[in-house]
Each structure stands twice: as C-alpha cells, then as structure tokens.
C-alpha cells in the first residue's frame, strides 16, 4: 500500500512539474510573440489562470502528504504529550471536515458550471472546477491515513516515541 501511495504522489509531483513549465513556456512564447511579432497566442492567458488552478490543488495534496503547510506548534509542544496527541487528532479531523465541505462545493460547482464554456478557449468549466474535486478528494485521502496511523500511534506517542 506504501509503495502505491509512493507511486501516486510520484506521479502527481510530475504532474505538477509538467504543468508548471506548459505555463512557463506559454507565457514566455507569448511574451516572445508580442515583443517581437506585436501578436500573441490568444489562449495563453486563460490556459495558464486554468493551469494554475490545477497545480494549486494538486500542489496541496502533495504538500498535505509531506506535511509541508504552514502551522504554528509552540503551543501544542508546551502541552503535555497526551494532550498533544489529542490536539493532532483534533486538528486533523477538523481538517477532514473543511475537505468535506471543499469537496461538496467542488462538486456542485463542476456540475452547475459543467455546460458554461470559457469564453476565448471554448474548455469547459467543469474541467476547471474539478480540480477543487481532485485537490479536496486527495487532501481527505491523506487525512484519513495520517488519522489512522495517528490512533494506531497512541501507545508510543504517549512514552514519548512518535510514529
């Protein structure tokens, strides 16, 4: 199972990569064509904002798994350890409970918005939302295994060995 969550995270860090330099590179052609042509790929623009969304979501996934989000620990580490552990739990089912919600509000909006079209592309904006879909599924996923690996951490975390 590690190795397919390995994998999957993998692929998702490639995704991203590829994302970013189609960006990169439709940006810089598009800056090329204007200095130099006075024209531009009409596109480009809106393909990049659509771009971004995607590596923003898939993005937090990734930063999700390595727990690479910002947070402030002063506190928590100045409790006690079983108050700690309780806190880690707290804190990432409230998580889980705000991935819900994203996820709720990602499908309605991919569905509501799935006919509209963008108005120089012509991609669907369904296309575009559901990459708050992806991004909320995925957060959620990486919650539940930390979760579940947290509670089955108990006895350790509380001797002062953390999983």
Known sequence: MEKLGNALMRCLE??????????????IVNVGLRFFFHSSIVV???LSRFLFIWVV?????IAMKEDAHIYVDFIR??????????VILIVNLAMLYCCYFLLNGSIQLTEYN????????GISMG????AGVVGAAGM??????RIVKHLKAFGSYMH???A
């Open 14 to 27: 490639v995704f991203v990569v590829v994302v970013i330099s189609i960006m990169s590179i439709l940006v």
């Open 57 to 61: 979501f898939v993005g937090a996934i």
């Open 160 to 162: 002062g060995r953390e």
């Open 114 to 121: 799935s006919i509209d079209k963008a108005p120089v592309s």
């Open 44 to 46: 480009s623009e809106e």
């Open 140 to 145: 959620g996923v990486v919650l539940i295994i």
């Open 127 to 130: 296309y575009v939302y559901f």
């Open 77 to 86: 580490k100045a409790m006690p350890r079983p108050v700690q552990w309780f």
